[in-house]
Structures are given as C-alpha cells and as structure tokens.
C-alpha cells in the first residue's frame, strides 16, 4: 500500500480546505440565486403555469 513519505504541512492541508469550501460557497450562493429567480417567476429560462390553468389534467388523454 502506498504510504505518503512526509507530512503534509498545515498551510497546504489549509488551502486545500479553503478552496474546497470557496468552491461549496459559490455553488450554494448560485444555488440561492437560482431558487429566488424561479420563486419570484422573473427568470426568462422557465415556463410556468399560471394560476388558471386547470390542474385536473387525466392520464388517459
């Protein structure tokens, strides 16, 4: 099995940390972006449904 020869230092082991949790950030915050847009129906990329339309669609059609 393979075995790391020497330690890795603490400024390493930090940054690689850090840069995976800048990455989990911005991926939230995009995500938090893209839930508002598509609750406030602003975005231009979705279809929604409008409130008249009737929900009772049947299956067989």
Do not use: C, E, G, H
């Amino acid at each position: 099995m393979a075995v790391p020869k020497k330690r890795t230092s603490k400024a390493k082991t930090r940054s690689r940390k850090a840069k995976w949790k800048r990455k989990a950030f911005y991926v939230s915050k995009q995500a938090i972006s893209l839930a508002k847009s598509v609750f406030t129906t602003k975005s231009n990329s979705y279809i929604y449904l409008s409130k008249d339309v009737n929900t009772d669609i049947s299956l067989n059609s």
